[in-house]
């Protein structure tokens, strides 16, 4: 049971950072950006490979520098040339797999075993004992949580939030809207990079269609913590994608070993759970005015009589 | 200080929906005007502030301002020197953004000097308060509220406030009363006419309200149909009635207006 839990807060923390990109991306910037999915698998992939060739630090930076230029195409996609931004996402994502499949060595999958990972080097110092993935996943975590709280509270951040919030208004305060969206899925997607690389050391592995429903996952995660925490401020923005990512994946585990439900079924359960949270406040609003009309007839009935 | 010259725009050109809404326009500012313009719809009014503010460029013609070329200069870049006002209350402000966080980005304008990654400093939120408590509307002890609780009137008076924070060249105000109740319309007229005259900026306002258009500033231009029908200085100005005017705007234009709110 230990053991479960620890893997479950393990992998809690290091998805978390896919939530997090898309709390920049679809909650801050208000764009639904579908890089993720492709975006996931390349970071994995640089990663896996620079680790390979013996690098397993510079490839985190490797990776977050891949993820920044796809976010970079998808936004230049929507910015200069016009591309609907879910399209710019999903033409990107395509272009990806081609790429990702290159950054493998075109093999759709690769290995790491045997090899040093930043996990075995921080096992390697005996810091941590039993522990050490979960110090190093957390810690990488909320390192880049607290640079993104401190990013977003600096002039530029204040510039991407109110980008996603009245963009009229940001070009009348001499903001190019332009760059704050390009600079914004940069740091997105490297944020997904950086899991997909982190969880590729973790695995030893990466396979090309490892990125499948990252974005919904994601997606779930940011609904969950915000469900649990409520979204008023940034601050609790960044702590409740962590605080849901790893509700997701005990959630997960607990599927994964009780077997209440198939395991083949959550991609379904959880693409159930985003509709259904991003769908609430329309039907609650439609089921209040049902009753106010159901009322309104009651009213008038007892008028009448 | 602002020249417009020979300036058109065609919309939809070479398509069944073309619409010429301006043509051949051209307007002067000294510094220091207060120029209101006013016109029924469709006139050409807020075609001539896009174009000043960059909304979209002009067909043909050039803008100057302050001797400089600004034509084809996009928007955000001359947002440095020009601030805008819209009728919409919703357009001018980020809702989930505090008051504080919304004048440090009106600020920003003024930042070329400072480093992208700086933050509000207790100086500037200290002159935030100052500047929020003359407007009067208690908005100094709400510098955490996100902006989205605030009353359409608020809104508009902390819009006037980040279009000024940083003294433009040019303030350019398109019917920013017109979507607020009388007495809260009033108020932020009061605001604006104090605001302009402190800090002496040059200001080009569009206004509906006749009254006002005619106490307010130094200048009344009239628009129709894409032109500029009459312009009227301080002296020619002084003593006509809204009648008055009224009458001219007829004999310029020969027609009445179909517009009843060109009479309040």
Known sequence: MLLISQTALELGFLYALVAMALFLSYRILDIADLTTDGCFVLGAAVSVTAAV????????LCAMAAG????FVTAFLQTRLGVPSILAGIVTNTGLYTINLMAMGWSSNKSLLGKATIFTMLKDTGFGGDWYELILAAGVTVTAGALLYWFLGTRLGLSIRATGDNRDMVRASSVNTTFTITLGLCIANALTALSGAMVGQYQKTVDINSGTGIVVIGLACLIIGETVLGRRSVL????????GSVIYRFIYAIVFYTKIVPVDFLKLITALVVAAAI?????????AFQRQKAAGRREEATGDA | MLDVINVSKTFNPGTVNESRALTGVSLHLDPGDFVSV???NGAGKSTLFNLIGGTYFADGGKILLDGEDITYRPEHKRSKYIGRMFQDPLKGTAPHLSIEENLALAFLRASEHMSPFSRVTKKERESFRERLAELGLGLEDRMKAPVGLL???QRQALTLLMATVVTPKLLMLDEHTAALDPATAEKVLDLTRQIVAEQKITCLMVTHNIASALSLGSRTVMMNAGQIVLSLEEKEREGMSVTDLMEL???KTARSFDNDRMLL
Do not use: D, E, N
């Open chain 1, 68 to 71: 920044a230029c796809a976010g």
């Open chain 1, 53 to 60: 060739a013996g690098h397993p630090v510079a490839a985190l």
């Open chain 1, 279 to 287: 769908a609430a406040p329309t039907v609650k609003k439609h089921l």
């Open chain 2, 38 to 40: 006013i016109g029924s």
């Open chain 1, 236 to 243: 609790k923005g960044i702590i409740a994608v962590v605080v």
């Open chain 2, 249 to 251: 705007f007829k004999q």
């Open chain 2, 151 to 153: 009353s359409g009137g």
